[in-house]
């Protein structure tokens, strides 16, 4: 059974951190891009970080960049999202996705993804 399992989010005040992880099982890990997207109320989800199969590359969407990053420990089938200096319009449901074996850290459409967790509230208060 293929899981992506989310957790870390929750409440935080305006200019704090999270550390959001999300647990792969049953579903090849290593050799993927992994990448984290949010969907904030009302509106379409969106890119927010991608990180290369190597975890040697990464990308950002121009909302966060300084702000947060993203990692990988393949040991333990796991990818991560620090999120540092949170602010109001960070709060959103975020999502970890499978993406592009051996792929690219441009691939930031969603239909580049094959598997997506169930998601986990961050939200942001000011």
């Known amino acids: 059974q293929v899981q992506l399992v989310e957790s870390g989010g929750g409440l935080v005040q305006a200019g704090g951190s999270l550390r959001l992880s999300c647990a792969a099982s049953?579903?090849?890990?290593?050799?993927?891009?992994m990448g984290w997207f949010r969907q904030a109320p009302g509106k379409e989800r969106e890119f927010v970080a991608i990180?290369?199969?190597?975890?040697?590359?990464?990308n950002y969407a121009d909302s966060v960049k300084g702000r947060f990053t993203i990692s990988r420990d393949d040991a333990r089938n796991t990818v991560y999202l620090q999120m540092n200096s949170l602010k109001p319009e960070d709060t959103a449901v975020y999502y970890c996705?499978?993406?592009?074996?051996?792929?690219?850290?441009?691939?930031?459409?969603?239909?580049?993804?094959?598997?997506w967790g169930q998601g986990t509230q961050v939200t942001v208060s000011s």
């Open positions: 990180i290369n199969y190597t975890g040697g590359a990464t």
């Open positions: 996705a499978r993406g592009q074996r051996y792929g690219s850290i441009w691939d930031q459409r969603q239909q580049e993804y094959d598997y």
């Open positions: 049953g579903v090849t890990f290593r050799s993927y891009t």
